[in-house]
């Protein structure tokens, strides 16, 4: 069993946990993520690890309540504990050798993956701007942390509540625009705001890493489930990625490979409730 030692509730569909889980936490890299089960009746969910204390012993999860398992999740408390916790999976962010600067983008809860990023690249003395985009002023997340990690901070609001008025591919055009080098944007957060970085970096020649989110089951490599194309080969996210190279990547196989399960995850089982 894993213990939460900390819960936090970020905006109303975002929550932050802290789990105790010391060998994933001494181990776990930026870019990596784990997978949990909630209890012996749980699905297989995979998450990002936010945040990590190697000493303490814990890592962080910040996760946006979607479905069925996020909102059970959502209603632990600390002292509470969950089942299984596996990880960490998947490879390590890479950058090239000698990476001076990097624009760090974040969308919605994807600010959550986008900020270990952000975090390691600054304590490595690179130059890192980022650009972090939500639908509204009552949903910004992780304003503080990124501000004290970024050398430049941009945020925006769809609806101009807050920050710049406009979508972080606004805010990256704009930047590029005005002379901006970058030799590395780390792009995080819905598809099709990915796929939309990638096509505004593609004509500077800016290397463009995306993390990717396909359902995922095993995270082992063997079921198949988060099948990718890139550079029109096949690849798998949870032991080839998540972060694969943006410009190769077949985002519109991904949005409706995506969309595959959405009929069974809005049912909720009877079943399954008559039996706990
Ligand atoms: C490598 C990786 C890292 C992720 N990191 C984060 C994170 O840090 N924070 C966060 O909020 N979300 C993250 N996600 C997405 C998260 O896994 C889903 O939101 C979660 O599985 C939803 O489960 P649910 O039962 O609450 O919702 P459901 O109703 O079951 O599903 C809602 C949506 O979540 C996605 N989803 C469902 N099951 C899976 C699955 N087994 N694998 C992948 N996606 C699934 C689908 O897009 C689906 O339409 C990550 C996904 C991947 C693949
Ligand atoms: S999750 Fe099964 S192969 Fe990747």
Known sequence: MFQIVERKQLNEAVVMVKIHAPLIAKKVMPGQFIIFRLDEFGERVPLTVADYDREGGTITLIFQIVGNTTRQFSQLKAGDSILDLVGPLGVPTKLPEGT???????????CAI?????????????????????????IVILEEEFRACSDNLILCTDDGSYGMH???????????????????????????????????????????????????VDGTGMCGGCRVTVGGKIRYAC?????????Q????????????????????????????
Do not use: W
């Not at 991904?254 to 995850?265: A, C, I």
């Open 249 to 276: 990547v077949d985002f519109d196989e991904l949005m409706r490979r995506n969309g595959t399960y959405r009929e069974q995850e809005s049912h909720v089982c009877n079943l399954k409730k008559g039996v706990r």
């Open 166 to 216: 406009g979508f972080v591919t606004n805010a990256l055009q704009e930047q590029l625009e005005q002379g901006k080098k970058y030799d590395v944007v780390i792009a995080i957060g819905p598809v099709p705001m990915m796929k939309f970085v990638c096509k505004t970096t593609e004509p500077y020649q800016i290397q463009t890493i995306v993390s990717l989110n396909p359902v995922m």
């Open 100 to 110: 001076k600067s990097v624009c760090v983008i974040g969308g919605g809860v994807g």
């Open 114 to 138: 986008a900020y270990p990023q952000a975090k390691h690249l600054h304590e490595l003395g690179i130059q890192v701007d980022t650009i972090v985009g939500f639908r509204n002023k009552d």
């Open 239 to 247: 032991v080839d990625g998540p972060d694969f190279d943006g410009h």
